[in-house]
């Protein structure tokens, strides 16, 4: 017997060609379709009112029961896989996804698509219990008090920038001048800075000699929770 022939042999054999009994199917169904629910919820709970998204909730229930019935199918025929893979081979996925979150949510749904597809419902379910669990105690992490934001100064002329970043050290020596705009009467710079509250900032760099506007940028993951 060849290499070829063993290799073919023992693919083949990894494979079991009855299909689940018809009882074990909708039993994998019902139960992907109770944990799409469960994380329908979760993620409901979990997210702001203003990143939230229904129709992302609801194709999170369908992703976990199509997952579901492809690995169901799967397990009945060698042609079969192959041709699944195949087919699904040529998706593309173009919708953009907001944050890392949400593409969590996303792997737990075809996680548990993957997992009750197999029969292993307790483990599904396990996995389930446990991401809910480290979503509660993230939450009781403490996040820092310093944030970082974007503070952009408009200023009568250059005169203004030795007291302004001298304002701005005071509050964040690591402060970043992330751009300069000089003319012979307006002055523009946009700086990076770590505070606790940006208004008192605003308010210190405003009192400064020749300054007119002073406006504050949220930055990365202040916007939202």
Same mark, same amino acid.
């Given at each position: 017997m060849s290499i070829k022939d063993i290799i073919k042999n023992s693919f083949l054999e990894g494979f079991n060609n009855t299909a689940p009994s018809l009882k074990m199917m909708l039993l994998c169904l019902l139960v992907s379709? /109770?944990? %799409?629910?469960?994380? +329908?919820?979760?993620?409901?709970?979990?997210?702001?009112e203003t990143f939230y998204s229904k129709d992302f909730n609801v194709s999170l229930v369908m992703?976990?029961?199509?997952?579901?019935?492809?690995?169901l199918t799967i397990q009945s025929s060698v042609i079969v896989s192959l041709g699944m893979v195949g087919a699904l081979s040529i998706v593309r996925f173009r919708t953009a996804v907001k944050n890392s979150v949400d593409l969590t949510f996303m792997f737990w749904?075809?996680?548990?698509?993957i997992i009750?597809?197999?029969? /292993?419902? %307790?483990?599904?379910? +396990?996995?389930?219990?446990v991401l809910s669990v480290l979503l509660v105690l993230f939450?009781?992490?403490?996040?820092?008090s310093r944030n970082t934001y974007y503070v952009r100064i408009d200023a009568e002329?250059?005169?203004?920038?030795?007291?302004v970043l001298e304002c701005i050290r005071g509050v964040d020596k690591r402060y970043s001048v992330q751009s300069q705009n000089i003319s012979s009467d307006k002055l523009s710079m946009t700086v990076e800075l770590s505070?606790?509250?940006?208004?008192?900032?605003?308010?210190?760099?405003?009192?400064?000699?020749?300054?007119k506007t002073v406006s504050v940028i949220s930055h990365g993951d202040n916007t939202g929770s």
């Open positions: 379709l /109770l944990l %799409g629910f469960y994380i +329908f919820f979760i993620y409901r709970l979990k997210c702001s992703v976990s029961v199509i997952t579901c019935a492809i690995i749904a075809i996680c548990v698509g009750t597809g197999t029969g /292993l419902i %307790g483990l599904a379910a +396990f996995v389930s219990f939450n009781y992490i403490p996040s820092p002329n250059a005169e203004s920038i030795d007291p505070c606790d509250k940006p208004e008192d900032v605003m308010q210190s760099i405003y009192k400064c000699k020749g300054v």
